[in-house]
């Protein structure tokens, strides 16, 4: 065959096939491989069997990326005490992932990102925020940030409820909460409110009579209780048996039905932020995952199932922008993402990798959580 004509058949080989992967995708042409740790045994068990029924889900409706296979491998961080850091271990070293999905929970949140940083492969993290992870740059949350919670709660007592002066209840125990409190009074007060009361508790209190008398002694017209639901449903009764009438405003901690079996009609009224909820959810891209969830489990999907969908989803978006599984390719691409429209909402990821997304505002009545609107990021009124 003559030179120019092997030159125009190459050519239109090229042009009918495509350009090939980077050299990163090469290295395993007959799989993308994506390790999952989680907490799938233990007292985490539930957030993390949710997680992995909606990462489940989301491969089955996208089994393949690029033309190429996609394939799970699950690491228990519970079982046999290996934590995140071995189960990362594992699925890096056993199982040659290109790229994780893990939550930091357990004795050494992370271990797991650690790890997975020093090998170079990116890890989408669900749910769970940790304020620790922001100097790494292969660590990425689809999950609402604590700083987006905390701002939205106090735009909504502020702007919303027009309520001037705030209390707040904290666990010193808890990283999250003690963050949460520290944004909410920040922007509570720069948005001209009074911060007339802080109490302190510890996970597992029973007794808050103390706290809600300094409360009430403080006169605040809304209470900011980013604790566990056990520890809002106790609140809320002790305060309605000492006859304390104010506004709660809690996040996403007690977005569980745990909360409302715990407390019954002693949480009707209370407030909360979340990153999740059917109704505000974008549609043309959240029908199909509920009824393919709906399908496969026989059960309505919820926070968490749509949290680990979407951290799927965002990966997958990510290695196909990038056209390669080179961990340093992905992260860029991860790094870059604008306009992701995912299950639970449309996000942005800053330069710390967090989502940047609306913030969702539900109220209980009755027995169940009832969508009030999404806060935009910087926007309504008091922005």
Not at 6 to 27: H, K
Not at 44 to 52: D, F, K, L, R, T
Not at 295 to 312: M, N, Q
Request: proline content about 5%; aromatic content about 8%.
């Amino acid at each position: 065959m003559r030179p120019m004509r092997l030159f125009l058949f190459i050519l239109a080989l090229f042009l009918v096939a495509g350009p090939p992967l980077s050299a990163g995708a090469a290295e395993n042409p007959g799989t993308v491989k994506i390790g999952v740790y989680l907490p799938m045994t233990g007292p985490m068990a539930a957030q993390g069997q949710a997680e992995y029924a909606g990462i489940r889900v989301a491969h089955k409706m996208k089994p393949m990326v690029l033309g190429t296979k996609v394939e799970l491998f699950l690491a228990d961080t519970t079982a046999e005490n290996i934590g995140t850091a071995g189960a990362a271990e594992r699925l890096i070293k056993e199982h040659k992932v290109h790229a994780l999905i893990g939550e930091p929970l357990g004795d050494d949140p992370l271990g797991g990102i650690s790890l997975a940083e020093g090998a170079r492969k990116p890890t989408v993290i669900p749910s769970t925020q940790s304020p620790a992870t922001g100097d790494k740059r292969y660590a990425f949350h689809v999950g609402l940030t604590n700083a987006l919670q905390g701002a939205a709660a106090a735009r909504y007592a502020s702007s919303y409820l027009k309520m001037g002066k705030a209390a707040l209840l904290m666990d010193i125990e808890r990283d999250d909460s003690i963050d949460l409190s520290n944004i909410f009074m920040e922007r509570f007060m720069a948005m001209g409110g009074q911060m007339v009361g802080v109490a302190y508790c510890r996970t597992g209190d029973r007794d808050f009579t103390a706290q809600l008398l300094s409360i009430m002694a403080a006169k605040a017209d809304v209470l900011y209780l980013p604790v566990s639901y056990p520890e809002i449903a106790r609140i809320c009764r002790q305060s309605t048996d000492m006859g304390i009438n104010i506004h709660i405003i809690a996040s996403n901690s007690a977005h569980t039905p745990g909360l409302i079996t715990a407390g019954g009609e002693y949480v009707e009224g209370v407030i909360l932020t979340t990153d999740f909820v059917s109704e505000g959810a974008p549609a043309d891209v959240a029908t199909a995952y509920f009824d393919a969830y709906k399908k496969e489990t026989g059960t309505r999907a919820g926070r968490f199932d749509v949290l680990g969908a979407d951290a799927y989803f965002l990966l997958l978006d990510a290695i196909q922008r990038s056209r390669s599984t080179a961990g340093s390719k992905m992260r860029q691409a991860l790094a870059r993402t604008k306009g992701f429209r995912g299950i639970s909402g449309v996000m942005d990821i800053d330069r710390e990798g967090n989502a940047v997304k609306g913030a969702v505002m539900l109220q209980i009545q009755g027995d169940e959580f009832r969508y009030l609107e999404t806060l935009r990021p910087g926007k309504g009124p008091g922005q």
